[in-house]
């Protein structure tokens, strides 16, 4: 096979892989999805990835209130405000109401609470399956890689966006997700020298990218907007490049 050849057909299987994958190829002007093009870069093809696996490192409870905010300010910019959700989990933690500031009405999450791990993730697995959901939220102490596979697999065929949120941390092993994310609260700041609670501030790490580069920032929500924190302060993003 003439050299030439094999490299577009190695390359046209690579485009291929990656859509499978939920990185689907980037349009010539294709405004980003989260408005956070510097972090989204950092993503093959430079776009946010839907139609996968998204895993959250929670090292403590403060860690998955912000890691949930977080995941509800994204869900809002991917599905305009009309999405329908399901959130697994062991304890009622979440406040519905509260989502209401990040963009999701209660309305729009079905929250199903489960005793058994192995039931929170056969839960997650049937709803993975659901066509018609924008997203699933699970809340699991800990998964495997095997676990992780068959998750990925149901979404590929789905192309339902699912977001694992891991609880235990003391044992975190290599997974098939397509990112790896740790969430960490900073102090708000508030506008000029109004009082009280500022806006919600979070330090976003992407600790694993699919065949895309690691990235640290400063990100805020305010005004129903996400946005990436352009001050002294904000921490430098990083192009060190991983596989899975």
Partial sequence: ?????????????????????GFKAKAQHTQSKLGLRILEDNFPNQTFPTGTIHEFISERPEHTACTSAFISGVLTRLNNQNGVYIWI?????????????????????IFINLVKQKDILWATEEALKCKSLSGVISELEEI??????????TVEKSKVTGFILRTQTERINATACAARWQIKPLASENEGSLPGVGFAKWQVDLLKVRNGNTASCVITYHHGQLAIVETANTYPLTHQAIGS
């Fill in 1 to 21: 096979m003439q050299q030439p050849l094999k490299k577009i057909i190695i390359e046209r299987l690579q485009r291929e892989i990656l859509d499978l994958e």
């Fill in 89 to 109: 989990g062991k304890q009622k933690q979440l406040f519905p109401v509260g989502l209401r500031k990040f963009g999701i009405q209660p309305h729009q999450i």
């Fill in 144 to 153: 495997t890689f095997a676990q992780s596979q068959r998750l990925q697999l």
